[in-house]
């Protein structure tokens, strides 16, 4: 496993990081997870990623039982706040009391004293943005979150809050967690740029594009049972489950082949050729599965490989 500096921060992740949505605490029972958890943190993954919205708050406890047989200092941990967690007002959102409360809940349920990155899970245009900046900026100086993050905010969300945090002093964002995949490329255009000027990192999810950078979805089959476009509401994956991709996908495992890599390595491998990319989320509902995801870590594909690739998404 390869590490990076998460941005301009000191702060090193491994290439391959662990997520929990869609399957910790939920459809993935505990046991697997907790297998998963620790053979990622066999495998060299030191980067753990949830949220206090994923099966309101289970998957946070999961995470948390899971890491806590391992010293605090080898690890980063991340969540997030923003997502309805109650039936009231003000159990959602970016406000001061939501921040303050969610965190503390986090913490509780996650059994430690510290979050090392916590994340603003969406933009919320209902919250002045200063009153957000500063409750974050509380929980850096009293110790309970060591870096802020925020997770798909436009460019220009962004760098309002980087200005604002420069002019007020407080305590600046140093990574972004955007959706980002061959087949969704969206933050090449302004995101990275962006970021790339103000010293922030991405942390990307879905990097095999819900599962359809694995191979396992065919035109013209039925998504295998179990898989995650079985689900309710995800029969399309969010768009990205169609008859041109698949065509993409079928090409793209001529190129995996060629480099003696499969097609999940492929995909992870080409996200890391971006050096603003510190690391690739995925997720595991059995440990085999991150034994193949974390080979990507290291390998360096050619510009000619590149070029191929990039032919193929083109069309």
Same mark, same amino acid.
């Given at each position: 496993?390869?590490?990076?500096?998460?941005?301009?921060?000191?702060?090193?992740?491994?290439?391959?990081?662990?997520?929990?949505?869609?399957?910790?605490?939920?459809?993935?029972?505990? #046991?697997?997870?907790?297998?998963?958890?620790?053979?990622?943190?066999?495998?060299?993954?030191?980067?753990?990623? *949830?949220?206090?919205?994923?099966?309101? +708050?289970?998957?946070?406890? $999961?995470?948390?039982?899971?890491?806590?047989?391992?010293?605090?200092?080898?690890?980063?941990?991340?969540?997030?706040?923003?997502?309805?967690?109650?039936?009231?007002?003000?159990?959602?959102?970016?406000?001061?009391?939501?921040?303050?409360? @969610?965190?503390?809940?986090?913490?509780?349920?996650?059994?430690?004293?510290? !979050?090392?990155?916590?994340?603003?899970?969406?933009?919320?245009?209902? *919250?002045?943005?200063?009153?957000?900046?500063?409750?974050?900026?509380?929980?850096?100086?009293?110790?309970? %979150?060591?870096?802020?993050?925020?997770?798909?905010?436009?460019?220009?969300? %962004?760098?309002?809050?980087?200005?604002?945090?420069?002019?007020?002093?407080?305590?600046?964002? $140093?990574?972004?967690?955007?959706?980002?995949?061959?087949?969704?490329?969206? %933050?090449?255009?302004?995101? !990275?740029? $962006?970021?790339?000027?103000?010293?922030?990192? #991405?942390?990307?999810?879905?990097?095999?594009?819900?599962?359809? /950078?694995?191979?396992?979805?065919?035109?013209?089959?039925?998504?295998?049972?179990?898989?995650?476009?079985? @689900?309710?509401?995800?029969?399309?994956?969010?768009?990205?489950?169609?008859?041109?991709?698949?065509?993409?996908?079928? @090409? /793209?495992?001529?190129?995996?082949?060629?480099?003696?890599?499969?097609?999940?390595?492929?995909? %992870?491998?080409?996200?890391?050729?971006?050096?603003?990319?510190?690391?690739?989320?995925?997720?595991?509902?059995?440990?085999?599965?991150?034994?193949?995801?974390?080979?990507?870590? +290291?390998?360096?594909?050619?510009?000619?490989?590149? #070029?191929? !690739?990039?032919?193929?998404?083109?069309?």
């Amino acid at each position: 496993m390869e590490y990076r500096r998460l941005g301009n921060t000191g702060l090193k992740v491994s290439e391959i990081s662990l997520g929990s949505w869609l399957t910790y605490g939920g459809y993935v029972e505990e #046991q697997k997870a907790t297998a998963s958890i620790e053979k990622a943190f066999d495998l060299g993954i030191n980067f753990f990623d *949830t949220a206090n919205v994923y099966m309101r +708050g289970e998957a946070e406890k $999961v995470v948390g039982k899971a890491l806590s047989k391992y010293d605090r200092s080898s690890y980063v941990l991340a969540t997030k706040v923003f997502g309805k967690m109650g039936d009231g007002p003000n159990d959602q959102g970016l406000s001061r009391k939501h921040i303050l409360e @969610q965190c503390h809940a986090s913490l509780e349920r996650l059994g430690t004293d510290y !979050i090392d990155i916590y994340y603003c899970h969406r933009f919320h245009t209902e *919250t002045p943005l200063e009153e957000t900046l500063r409750a974050l900026d509380d929980l850096v100086r009293q110790g309970k %979150i060591l870096y802020v993050g925020v997770s798909e905010w436009t460019p220009e969300q %962004i760098t309002e809050a980087v200005h604002l945090a420069d002019k007020k002093l407080l305590d600046r964002i $140093v990574v972004n967690q955007p959706n980002y995949s061959m087949l969704q490329r969206y %933050i090449e255009k302004e995101i !990275i740029p $962006v970021s790339e000027k103000h010293g922030i990192g #991405q942390v990307v999810f879905s990097p095999l594009a819900q599962g359809v /950078l694995t191979g396992k979805y065919k035109k013209g089959e039925e998504a295998p049972a179990g898989s995650r476009a079985t @689900q309710e509401n995800l029969g399309d994956l969010y768009g990205v489950l169609n008859d041109k991709n698949l065509d993409r996908v079928e @090409q /793209l495992k001529t190129i995996a082949a060629h480099e003696q890599l499969t097609l999940s390595q492929l995909a %992870i491998a080409w996200i890391l050729r971006q050096p603003n990319v510190a690391s690739a989320l995925v997720g595991a509902s059995r440990p085999e599965q991150l034994e193949e995801n974390v080979k990507a870590s +290291g390998v360096k594909l050619s510009n000619e490989t590149l #070029q191929q !690739i990039e032919e193929i998404l083109a069309d």
